[in-house]
Structures are given as structure tokens and as C-alpha cells.
């Protein structure tokens, strides 16, 4: 038996989906948790009315339950999240890279108010085309809207957007929010934080672990850290483009806990990529390490994705091999700014450079392995 979940919006809406048996064979614990992105959480001065109401219906079927992030934009469908006037929350959003693109579509697809720049406007085009506003530059984004996340590639980037010519710290100001979602150090995040501030607006770093695809399922970890009230604010946000968040403290922290992440991830491929390469010199056949791996201590969601791409020489971008480089860059910087010692993340940069030198920078970051077969 499965059963069916009617979620009810003001309009008198209804959507059905189906949960299998096993799914709900807990229903005394499962019931009571309505999911964080459905939870009333405040923006600015929330009115007390729920967004939804939940009804459960016994329903004898076979469907599966959806799991995709459509099914998630459904149960979301016309959210509005209002301010003490009763208005929409108005949300920017700047940078529409590989990353930036389905996080803004996500927002746009759970009903929120999006406003759109990219510094190549034509990346606009598909969100406007979703019913995106747009606006010719970072300062009129922030100035028009409540909330603005910013999405990019670099340090320098980020903090061109944030505090250059036509930047949104020069259309923002007090009552308003700024959140960081790139990969930047931590004096980045902080000089960026420094300047959102200074105009009477509020800071939060969030930048994100996840690729391409978590991205456009809305599964990203957001690791945040800055002015509390506002991540308590962008919460409901956040839920919609991400599976998880992290609230870690003062700004820096969350800089600081990706660029972690990142080496270690960085770190991991390298090692695989030797893996791949050892194993098929020895005469054994690399596709039966994937497996071997997947099925042990060792295991690991992204030795399971890649691995069977990277026998066949293929990497698919999802995580540019630039980033990962620069990621490691930093965290590098980061590791001696505290005296840590970090040679095998050190090692690893020197094979991503060696990649990028063979002009890998713009694919996968598990193209790193063509290195490894250059010094062959």
C-alpha cells in the first residue's frame, strides 16, 4: 500500500504525490515533519498565516514518490515570502554561470520574485524567458531588490561585483541583504562584508559544496556565517536551492570551511586519477577498481560518478578543473596563514597546474588524470 499526500495552497490548489509503503511505515515520526522549505520561517516581519496546510489520505498505489527537484518546485508553486507591508520579497540574484544559472531557476520556479544580472547578458535570456526580471547592472539589482545572492567564479570577481564601478554595495543599502554564495578567501569575504555593511545593509557568506547537478536538483550545502538575522531571513531561500545548511559564525568561517572541503576533494581525485592509472598499467582493468572501491571502506559518491567518465576519458564539466586549481590555491594560502603544514594538497595543486598548462582548464576537474598520462 502507498500512500497519497495532498499539499493545499491558499488558492485552493491541490497536489498529489504518491509515497510508497516502506516510506511511510514510520508515519507516527513522519508525519509531524513538514519539510524546512514548507516551515514559516521569518522574512523581515512575517505575517502568522502558513504558507500551506498538509493533508495525509491512505491511497492504495504503486507510484513512486517524486524525488527531483521539480517535484520539490511543485509542492513550492506560487510561494510568495512577504514583507511587513505584505508585499513579495523581491530577490536578486548576479552571476549566471554553470552554477548560478539553476539556482536562479530554482528560485524562480518555487514562485519567488528573481531579478537577474550577468556581466554576459545573454545568460539572462533563458530566466527572462521564466519569467526573471533583469537589470543592467549589479548596483540596480541591489538596489531594487530585498535579498541578493551573488554567484562567482573568483575572489576578484566577487568582489568587483560586490564593491566596483556600478557594484551592488552602491544600490544597497539599510533593511537589506547581501549573500555571497561564491568560493573566495577569507579576506575576500571579509573586505566584501566590510563594504555591505558600511552602507547600513547586511552581510551573509554562503558559498556552496555541491556541482552542476546538485545545483540544479536543489541539493547544495550552504556553509553560512555573518549576520544571523539575515541567514535566518534566507533560510526559507536557501531550503529551496539546497538539501542542507550550516550557520558557523562570524564571516570568514564559511570561506574557510569550503576551502577545506575543496582541498580534500581536490586531494581525493588526484589520488583516484593515480588509482586509475596504476591499476590499468599493471594489467588490471580500471573499470573493476571503480567498482571495488564503490563497494568499500573507501567508498564515495564522487568515485562512483566520475570513475566510469574517466576510464573512458571523458569528463563531462560539472566543476571546472580552474576552480578546483583555484580552490586549492587558496586554501593553500589559507593552511599558511595559520603555519599548517599541507603537502599532499600541495602536491595535488602541482598536478591541477599541470593540467591547466595542457589546456583541461575548463573541464571536468577529474580531467586532472590526463596529467598523470602526460608524464607517462
Same mark, same amino acid.
Given at each position: ?47 502568522r498565516k502558513p504558507l500551506f496546510s498538509l493533508s ?14 521539480? @517535484? ?25 554561470? /554553470? ?13 519567488? =520574485? ?17 519569467? $526573471? ?10 538596489? #531594487? ?7 562567482? $567564479?573568483?575572489?576578484?570577481? $566577487? ?23 561564491s568560493t573566495v578567501d577569507v579576506a575576500t569575504s571579509?573586505?566584501i562584508n566590510g563594504h555591505i555593511k558600511a552602507t ?9 559544496? *555541491?556541482?552542476?547537478? +546538485? ?10 556565517? *555573518? =549576520? ?10 536557501? =531550503? ?6 550550516? #550557520? ?15 582541498? /580534500?576533494? *581536490? ?9 586509475? /592509472? ?18 568499500? @571502506?573507501?567508498? @564515495? +559518491? ?5 570513475? +566510469? ?5 571523458? #569528463? ?35 598536478? #591541477? ?10 573541464? =571536468?576537474?577529474? @580531467?586532472? /588524470?590526463? $596529467? ?5
Amino acid at each position: 500500500m502507498s500512500w497519497l499526500v495532498r499539499i493545499s495552497s491558499s488558492s485552493n490548489s491541490h497536489h498529489h504525490f504518491f509515497l510508497s509503503s516502506t516510506a511511510m511505515a514510520m508515519c507516527s515520526s513522519f508525519c509531524p515533519r513538514i519539510p524546512n522549505s514548507l516551515r514559516q520561517k521569518p522574512i523581515f516581519s512575517f505575517p502568522r498565516k502558513p504558507l500551506f496546510s498538509l493533508s495525509f489520505k491512505v491511497f492504495s498505489s504503486q507510484a513512486p514518490a517524486p524525488t527531483n527537484a521539480s @517535484a520539490n518546485c511543485i509542492s513550492l508553486n506560487s510561494m510568495t515570502i512577504p514583507l511587513s507591508d505584505g508585499s513579495p520579497t523581491r530577490v536578486g540574484f548576479l552571476g549566471l554561470g /554553470i552554477m548560478g544559472t539553476p539556482m536562479a531557476q530554482n528560485l524562480i520556479k518555487a514562485g519567488c =520574485d528573481v531579478t537577474v544580472w550577468n556581466r554576459t547578458k545573454s545568460k539572462c535570456d533563458p530566466l527572462i524567458s521564466l519569467g $526573471a526580471k533583469y537589470k543592467p547592472s549589479a548596483e540596480e539589482v541591489a538596489a #531594487y531588490c530585498d535579498l541578493t545572492f551573488a554567484m562567482l $567564479a573568483d575572489p576578484e570577481s $566577487a568582489l568587483d561585483v560586490a564593491c566596483g564601478k556600478q557594484g551592488a554595495a552602491s544600490g544597497i543599502g539599510p533593511g537589506k541583504g547581501y549573500v555571497d554564495v561564491s568560493t573566495v578567501d577569507v579576506a575576500t569575504s571579509k573586505l566584501i562584508n566590510g563594504h555591505i555593511k558600511a552602507t547600513g545593509a547586511s552581510f551573509l557568506e554562503a558559498p556552496v559544496s *555541491g556541482s552542476k547537478k +546538485p545545483a540544479e536538483d536543489g541539493q547544495l550545502i550552504f556553509l553560512t556565517a *555573518g =549576520d544571523k538575522s539575515l541567514y535566518d531571513t534566507v533560510a526559507p531561500l536557501l =531550503d529551496i536551492m539546497g538539501k542542507s545548511r550550516f #550557520y558557523l559564525g562570524d564571516v570568514g568561517n564559511g570561506a574557510a570551511m569550503k576551502l577545506v572541503v575543496n582541498m /580534500i576533494m *581536490g586531494s581525493m581525485m588526484a589520488s583516484f586519477s593515480e588509482g586509475l /592509472i596504476l591499476s590499468e598499467k599493471v594489467g588490471l582493468d580500471p573499470d573493476v577498481l571503480v567498482e571495488v572501491v564503490a563497494q568499500g @571502506a573507501i567508498s @564515495a +559518491p564522487m568515485y562512483k560518478l566520475k570513475g +566510469p567518465s574517466m576510464t573512458k576519458s571523458l #569528463y563531462p564539466t560539472a566543476f571546472p578543473l580552474k576552480h578546483q586549481q583555484k580552490d586549492l590555491r587558496l586554501a593553500l594560502g589559507l593552511a599558511e596563514s595559520v603555519s599548517q603544514s599541507t603537502p599532499i594538497a600541495a602536491a595535488a595543486n602541482e598536478l #591541477y597546474k599541470v593540467a591547466k598548462s595542457h589546456g583541461l582548464s575548463d573541464q =571536468d576537474f577529474s @580531467a586532472v /588524470i590526463e $596529467a598523470l598520462k602526460a608524464k607517462q
